[in-house]
């Protein structure tokens, strides 16, 4: 048996013991209120979602597993002579909670070798589509077509156990893990770079194959390693996680719901923020023919973006209030690799400028710059510059932690999710009926 699904379920087994506990023993406990401004405002706030993969605190940032970002970095086994973690490795302390011996490592990456190969049709149905479609457009109908090799579908209807559904279901999360990056850089340089493709070589790790297939030399495995790892996961509520949960919940299996998640990941308040912020970097680029703005002028060009009724992209979080550690730790490699690069010149005015700006306007909770502020910037300096792909690179990070979880639903034997609503009238009477009580 594969020794991380043995890990898995002495996990499991735990885990289940206590989740029965909480509901059984202590099912009544208020956890929270839900107020009307909640329930309008889109749910910000509400605790209504578990998970143990991660925990977004507002002020320090995302913890994997318990361990800030620098700690993860430092402490996964490194692919050797670089200076990044192997995935892989991040793939089993998102799992199991536990630092991976490098055993475990390669025991993934193997796993990975053996079903990174992704089928003709899948390529079929990606060049059947017409040549604009988004790359994330594409990225979902690929995973979607594959949704027929679904080892959970066959368990299903063949009358697998509720217990066991989640076996199926790390199946499937490992197929699909293991062919992403193999799908994102076909999607890749069949758009931009003449359709000339790069097969896979099995002897590379899942960053080091990814940068190979990309055709982007070192240090681009590295970062491939570094975007992987810190989009990985960020707890549950954000809308790709959460809607790959909310479809998975109804028992939809892991091609149904990753394709889902990534259509969440591609709207401009999420995901595709990183795209944003590199299109209104250029637009600012164009009107400067080329020279890197002065503070005030890059003030005018904020408040242009606000008055015009339009977000600053890459600012804002809907639970962080202090600057995103994932920009940090972007942040920390362009000060490192590309101190002198231009664009990183306008990421850091802009990191001088916005917030004091969006403070004055007085209408973000978290003036800060987010995870997607910085990331473009990498990936343009290495010469990946359509940044209309870079959301599809934040997708294959997303599906790490969304797998994972998908996995611990299915094993702690999570239901349907069907929360409840309210017509506004009935908000009315509530109101109403508690005001006249004071
Ligand atoms: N620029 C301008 N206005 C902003 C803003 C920004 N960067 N961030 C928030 N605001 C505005 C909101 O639009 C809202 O305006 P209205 O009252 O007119 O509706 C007001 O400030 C209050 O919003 P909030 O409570 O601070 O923020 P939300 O929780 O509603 O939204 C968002 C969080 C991330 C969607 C928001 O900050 C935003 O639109 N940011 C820009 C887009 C972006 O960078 N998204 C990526 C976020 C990180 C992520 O998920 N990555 O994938």
């Known amino acids: 048996m594969i020794k991380l699904k043995e890990k898995l379920y002495e996990k499991i087994v735990v885990g289940r013991e206590t989740v029965t506990r909480l509901v059984k023993e202590h099912g009544d406990v208020k956890i929270g209120e839900v107020t009307v401004a909640q329930a309008i405002g889109g749910m910000r706030g509400v605790k209504s979602l578990v998970t143990d993969i991660s925990y977004l605190d507002p002020e320090e940032g995302i913890r994997f597993r318990g361990y800030t970002i620098p700690e993860t970095l430092e402490k996964l086994p490194k692919v050797p002579g670089e200076e990044m973690p192997y995935v892989e490795g991040h793939l089993y302390l998102l799992l199991t909670g536990e630092i991976p011996?490098?055993?475990?490592?390669?025991?993934?990456?193997?796993?990975?070798?053996?079903?990174?190969?992704?089928?003709?049709?899948?390529?079929?149905?990606?060049?059947?589509?017409?040549?604009?479609?988004?790359?994330?457009?594409?990225?979902?109908?690929?995973?979607?077509?594959?949704?027929?090799?679904?080892?959970?579908?066959?368990?299903?209807?063949?009358?697998?156990?509720?217990?066991?559904?989640?076996?199926?279901?790390?199946?499937?999360?490992?197929?699909?893990?293991?062919?992403?990056?193999?799908?994102?850089?076909?999607?890749?340089?069949?758009?931009?770079?003449?359709?000339?493709?790069?097969?896979?070589?099995?002897?590379?790790?899942?960053?080091?194959?990814?940068?190979?297939?990309?055709?982007?030399?070192?240090?681009?495995?590295?970062?491939?390693?570094?975007?992987?790892?810190?989009?990985?996961?960020?707890?549950?509520?954000?809308?790709?996680?959460?809607?790959?949960?909310?479809?998975?919940?109804?028992?939809?299996?892991?091609?149904?719901?990753?394709?889902?998640?990534?259509?969440?990941?591609?709207?401009?308040?999420?995901?595709?923020?990183?795209?944003?912020?590199?299109?209104w970097i250029q637009g600012v680029r164009e009107k400067m023919g080329g020279q890197v703005p002065t503070e005030e002028e890059m003030r005018q060009f904020v408040w242009d973006t606000l008055n015009s009724g339009q977000v600053i992209p890459g600012f804002g979080h809907a639970v962080l209030r202090k600057t995103d550690p994932r920009y940090m730790a972007q942040r920390e490699f362009c000060l490192k690799h590309l101190p002198d690069d231009e664009l990183f010149k306008y990421v850091d005015v802009l990191f001088r400028v916005v917030p004091p700006v969006l403070r004055e306007q007085g209408k973000a909770k978290n003036p800060w710059p987010n995870v997607d502020a910085q990331s473009g910037v990498i990936q343009w300096y290495y010469g990946v510059k359509e940044y209309d792909f870079y959301t599809v690179l934040f997708g294959i990070g997303r599906a790490l932690g969304v797998v994972s979880n998908i996995i611990w639903d299915r094993a702690l034997g999570f239901p349907l999710e069907r929360p409840k609503s309210l017509t506004t009238h009935m908000l009315e009477e509530i109101v109403q009926q508690q005001t006249a009580g004071v």
């Not at 190969?117 to 594959?146: C, E, G, K, N």
């Not at 149904?256 to 990941?265: A, D, F, P, R, V």
């Open 101 to 279: 011996t490098s055993e475990d490592v390669h025991e993934i990456a193997e796993l990975f070798k053996q079903r990174q190969h992704v089928p003709q049709y899948v390529i079929d149905v990606l060049r059947a589509m017409p040549t604009d479609s988004h790359p994330m457009t594409m990225f979902s109908v690929a995973i979607a077509s594959m949704q027929r090799e679904s080892a959970f579908v066959k368990a299903y209807n063949s009358g697998v156990s509720k217990y066991e559904y989640w076996e199926p279901t790390f199946e499937d999360g490992l197929s699909l893990l293991a062919k992403l990056p193999g799908i994102a850089s076909y999607i890749f340089r069949m758009k931009y770079r003449s359709d000339v493709i790069i097969p896979g070589n099995p002897e590379l790790d899942m960053g080091g194959n990814f940068a190979h297939m990309m055709g982007v030399p070192k240090p681009y495995d590295d970062v491939a390693r570094l975007y992987f790892i810190l989009h990985s996961d960020h707890e549950s509520g954000n809308v790709s996680a959460h809607t790959g949960h909310l479809v998975a919940s109804a028992l939809s299996d892991l091609y149904y719901s990753i394709s889902s998640m990534i259509n969440g990941l591609a709207g401009p308040l999420h995901g595709l923020a990183n795209q944003e912020v590199l299109r």
